[in-house]
């Protein structure tokens, strides 16, 4: 929900308070500008893009790797690797980051 203006006053606000290192999901067509986006990265925040193909990647395996057995299809998993929401939930499955706060959108 990185295009979200309240996401956007809540990692400033992250950011000014010392509270942790935030990092924001895009992907799917949840990129907002480069106007926004350059003073949070410039500030502290890490960006991490779900349809960079090495984090897509590891997405897709992650899925396919806890939901084949499921039903769970290799095209599937590719049109959920693009979601920014499930690209971050993978993110805090594989211990990149701590934890995910979502919602207010999705």
Known sequence: ???DPRTHDAVRA?????VLRPVLVVGAGERPD?????PLRAAGAE???AEDPAVHARTVDHLLARRAAKGLTRDAAEAYA????VA???LVA???VDGCV???VA
């Open 82 to 85: 693009r979601r920014p929401l």
């Open 1 to 3: 929900e990185a295009a």
């Open 102 to 104: 979502a919602g207010a």
């Open 94 to 96: 594989q211990g990149a």
């Open 88 to 90: 971050a939930d993978v």
């Open 47 to 49: 960006l991490v893009d």
């Open 34 to 38: 480069d106007a926004v986006l350059e």
């Open 14 to 18: 992250l950011l000014a308070g010392r």
